[in-house]
């Protein structure tokens, strides 16, 4: 397959709280170390991306990626390493974009930041934000945000945060800015804004048919067309794991997938699954990316063709699954996963 860009595999985690050997959850605190030492092993066995998602539960605690992420950045060397998303709604720009370049310095040179609105709403309230300004809070957020991506000083007034005046935003980036991405789960309007604003676009895909999402890729590319940018990547984020067989791989995961989607389906509007549902999100039309480096590697390649994206970030682990399974998961999708998906899109070009 003829892309402009290269093919990129990531992993991203929220931080899923996991079990020890007697079925009992973590603390907060290992959960986060374990981690630091899972992004230190994901640039050990060639994974190429390492994102950690913005939530603030107990399932899932992590409302500091930024912090994590340096300490992930001060044992590693290659590793692209960020967030997977941010939830700037609730969030200040000028604050994002300070964090993020300092974990830019930190790493040198490999930080980059995925955007969003906000589909775990956790943080409206606990800062203070009211829901009715979902949408102008991310439109003028995001309009800032690529206003200082863009380097210099920046001017700006909204109704969302103080104005600026010409204002001198530090740390300074070394060599231009850092990679930033808007996350997309269903939005047109969204689509448009990334394109709009310069922004990557990455495509979270959890539920459902992959093959839906392949409009608003072609509706990014026209709009980039329109907005007369040049062409930007396209890149999907899709919940998974991966074991050595498809049988343990569904063993693994069918039953904290199945406890962690009834926990959140009255909230988060999600049909509670049956273990038939959950067998067709992980056959070749769904979403969930779990069996066996094979199966895995055969779905992901196929998916960024329809999609005509080159990045793809499996959002590994599930809360109740132990740091054992999640290492195997990685050193499996670094091992063997990667070089297959290269090794398929190889003999597509």
């Known amino acids: 397959m003829t892309t402009p860009f290269p093919v990129t595999l990531g992993l991203d985690t ?53 912090v994590v992420l340096a300490a992930i950045a ?29 974990l830019n310095a930190i790493s040198g040179g490999r930080a980059e930041v995925i955007l969003g609105r906000g589909s775990s709403i956790d943080s409206f309230p606990l800062f203070g934000y009211d829901l009715a300004d979902y949408e102008q809070l991310f439109e003028e957020k995001a309009g800032l ?17 103080a104005p600026l005046y010409h204002q001198d935003v530090v740390p300074h980036t070394e060599s231009g800015p850092f990679p930033a991405w808007i996350g ?6 969204s ?89 067709r999100e992980v056959g070749p039309g769904g979403a969930l990316y779990v069996g066996s480096p094979e199966t895995v590697a055969q779905k992901i390649a196929a998916n960024l063709a329809v999609l005509g994206a080159t990045r793809f970030d499996l959002k590994y ?10 290492m195997t998961n990685i050193e499996l999708y670094g091992t063997q996963v990667i070089p297959l998906v290269r090794e398929l899109f190889d003999a597509g070009s």
């Open 74 to 102: 001060a044992r590693t060397s290659r590793i692209r390493l960020g967030s997977a998303v941010t939830v700037l709604s609730s969030d200040d720009p000028v604050r994002v974009f300070q964090r993020y370049s300092t």
């Open 184 to 189: 997309v789960g269903g939005s047109p309007q």
């Open 191 to 279: 689509v448009i804004r990334a394109a709009r604003y310069g922004y990557s676009l990455m495509l979270a895909i959890i539920g459902g048919s992959p093959a839906r999402f392949a409009p608003f890729a072609r509706l990014y590319q026209e709009a980039l067309d329109r907005f007369g940018r040049d062409p930007l990547p396209i890149g999907v984020h899709a919940p998974g794991h991966v074991a050595t067989t498809d049988e343990q791989a569904l063993e693994d995961f069918w039953p904290h997938y199945l406890e962690i989607i009834t926990r959140v389906a009255q909230t988060r509007g999600f049909a509670i699954p049956t273990e038939q549902s959950f067998l």
């Open 145 to 161: 945000f690529a206003q200082l991506l863009a380097g210099g000083p920046v001017t700006w007034q909204g109704k969302t945060r």
């Open 317 to 326: 682990g599930m809360g109740g699954l132990g740091h054992g399974a999640l």
């Open 14 to 66: 929220f931080g899923d709280v996991t079990n020890d050997e007697r079925g009992r959850p973590l603390s907060h605190a290992q959960a986060i170390r374990d981690v630091v030492e899972e992004g230190v092993l994901a640039e050990q066995v060639g994974v190429q991306f390492f994102g950690i998602g913005e939530h603030h539960t107990s399932d899932f605690p992590m409302p500091a990626a930024d």
